[in-house]
């Protein structure tokens, strides 16, 4: 058995001078242990994103809405025009309905400018989350991707593009997110927007011409390509206003079936 040798062995102290009850420990400040409230960190380009995005959906709403009301205005002034061609009408109503068909076009080509520069900014802070979230810096430069989301006829090919790249990002950041649903949906929405563009194109051509001509029927044709392009354009606003929200979100999972069939034999 090893034992210290006497040396080593500390002297026992007696007890302390101090006699009587204890004193209560107290503190001159309330302890907070393990209470600390850290602040949670305030994700900026997130919450820039998802405010572009509710605006984006209003001006989509607000624009699909004038457009409708456009395409109604102009199936009213196509019928009263067919009516016309039979028996007179007072005028009054073809003054009114003049007035009312120039005030639509206002409001709805307003509307169109409205979703167009909600969309680049969308566009610019979907881009500014997504390199954001990478820890990258956006290659391209905010001018360059306003012009090639807003431009007329040059989005056609530079929106689909600054938003696929986008979505290469995404993918490679949430495995939620599936890489063949995500390229579908960005292929319809173009698909659409390719159809809205040949719509408006085909109108604007038809008015032209109209104007152009002295035939009442070349100004129907004219009206009707308006009406159809108007009608269109409003489809595509209240549908994309939907997708906006789903775009980059992952495939809902299937429901599950509150029956269950079985095999009795």
Avoid: C
């Amino acid at each position: 058995m090893a034992r210290r040798p006497p040396e080593a062995i500390p002297v026992r102290r007696g007890p302390s001078g101090r006699r009587g009850p204890r004193l209560i420990p107290r503190y001159v400040y309330i302890p907070t242990w393990g209470l600390h409230d850290e602040p949670a960190e305030v994700d900026t380009a997130h919450q820039k994103l998802e405010s572009s995005r509710v605006r984006l959906q209003f001006a989509l709403n607000v624009a699909g809405s004038a457009l409708a009301a456009s395409a109604l205005v102009h199936l009213v002034r196509y019928l009263l025009l067919v009516v016309n061609r039979d028996r007179p009408l007072p005028e009054f109503l073809i003054v009114a309905s003049d007035w009312l068909t120039i005030f639509v076009g206002v409001v709805a080509f307003l509307g169109f400018v409205l979703a167009t520069l909600a969309f680049m900014r969308w566009v610019l802070e979907l881009r500014a989350d997504t390199y954001a979230a990478a820890g990258l810096v956006d290659p391209r430069r905010p001018g360059w991707v306003a012009a090639l989301a807003g431009l007329p006829l040059v989005n056609l090919i530079g929106a689909p593009l600054v938003v696929q790249e986008v979505a290469v990002h995404r993918v490679g950041q949430d495995p939620a997110l599936d890489a063949d649903l995500v390229g579908r949906r960005l292929r319809k929405l173009w698909v659409a927007w390719v159809v809205v563009n040949v719509a408006a194109g085909a109108a604007i051509i038809a008015r032209l011409v109209a104007w152009r001509s002295d035939s009442l029927q070349t100004g129907a044709n004219a009206m009707v390509m308006v009406i159809v392009s108007a009608a269109v354009s409003a489809a595509f606003a209240f549908w994309m206003a939907r997708r906006v929200r789903t775009l980059f979100d992952a495939a809902a999972a299937a429901p599950v079936p509150t029956r269950r069939w079985v095999a009795v034999g």
